[in-house]
Nanobody, 122 residues
Framework: HVQLVESGGGSVQTGGSLRLSCAIS????????MAWFRQAPGKEREGVAA???????SYADSVKGRFTISNNSAKNTLYLQMNSLKPEDTAMYYCAAGAGVVAGLETWRYGYWGQGTQVTVS
């Protein structure tokens, strides 16, 4: 049973930084894709950043140049470094994992989800 547990959320001022972490347990995919999504109140869940097993990454236009997704396979941990945060980045952030090869920013690619961590930028 795969479990994803996010941490690192919090409140920060505009222009600040946060690093989110996602600890993965239960299974290590030999070929996998992982991603971060976010959902603000009253809005649909949107993909923020994704990473494939070979390290290839993709980002939403709204976060390019500010956010960086990375992973540490030895620690089974996914990260999202968020810099130059804006009030519009305020949302619940979710970690997601999928057994596919190609990572993307669509929710259907991911079968496993964490419970989320709140990020508030004011």
């Amino acid at each position: 049973h795969v479990q994803l547990v996010e941490s690192g959320g919090g409140s920060v001022q505009t222009g600040g930084s946060l690093r989110l972490s996602c600890a993965i347990s239960g299974q290590t995919f030999s070929r996998y894709c992982m991603a971060w999504f976010r959902q603000a109140p009253g809005k649909e869940r949107e993909g923020v950043a994704a990473i494939e097993g070979d390290g290839s990454t993709s980002y939403a236009d709204s976060v390019k140049g500010r956010f960086t997704i990375s992973n540490n396979s030895a620690k089974n941990t996914l990260y999202l470094q968020m810099n130059s945060l804006k009030p519009e980045d305020t949302a619940m952030y979710y970690c997601a994992a999928g057994a596919g090869v190609v990572a993307g920013l669509e929710t259907w690619r991911y079968g496993y989800w964490g419970q989320g961590t709140q990020v508030t930028v004011s």
